[in-house]
């Protein structure tokens, strides 16, 4: 509180609180134990989701979870689809309709994606879900699920839903703080907004 009313961008102490979700089944591999914890505003994130359906997340769940949510924020007013799988996109599809994002985004790499994530920043319906449980998914990411696309998505016992709400975005965050042996490193978030109209292509050949 105080280091915001000074306005001081970095302070000489840092001390961050964060609350236990969950204790989680192991850590990255087995043989590590984990558990997950939230910060106290963790608004349009995956600390925030709700599971509708599914079993625990897991650690490489959270961290793929996460990763696909952060690409999402990329493409705020398009309808978007992201398929993910150990914190890799394998495809990103844009489109006039949740469908057709979903198609895109699934025809990039109708491989990489089995055993993957994918994340919504629309509502799912009934079409996008029926071509979704064809595959096999761990996770599947939205702002919601209507009924008929739940009923269809719900057969699959694994599968786990989780619903975020991507409206929550009054209380961007300041910094990010990434864990290193030892400490940590803190920078503001990436919120540069890429147009392409304003690059400039420098060789003398064009694409």
Request: charged residues 30%; negative net charge; aromatic residues 10%.
């Amino acid at each position: 509180y105080l280091t915001k009313k000074t306005g001081e961008e970095f302070p000489e102490k840092l001390t961050i609180t964060f609350d236990k979700v969950q204790d989680l089944r192991y850590g990255e591999n087995p043989h590590q134990k984990a558990a997950f914890y939230k910060g106290m505003k963790p608004q349009y994130s995956l600390a925030n989701a709700k599971q509708l359906h599914g079993k625990e997340l897991s650690y490489n769940n959270i961290q793929d979870g996460n990763a696909a949510i952060e690409i999402l924020k990329e493409f705020e007013g398009q309808h978007a689809a992201v398929g993910l799988k150990h914190m890799n996109p394998c495809g990103i599809g844009l489109g006039n309709s949740i469908d057709e994002a979903w198609d895109k985004c699934f025809e990039a790499d109708p491989v990489s994606i089995f055993g993957g994530i994918v994340a919504f920043n629309d509502e799912v319906n009934e079409t996008t879900a029926e071509k979704l449980s064809k595959i096999f998914l761990e996770i599947i990411i939205a702002p919601g699920f209507d009924d008929d696309a739940y009923a269809v998505l719900a057969k699959k016992k694994n599968i786990r839903l989780l619903k975020v709400d991507f409206s929550a975005k009054d209380e961007p965050t300041r910094h990010e703080v990434v864990s290193v042996m030892g400490g940590v490193l803190m920078q503001e978030p990436d919120t540069l907004k890429e147009d392409w109209h304003d690059w400039e292509c420098v060789p003398d050949v064009k694409p």
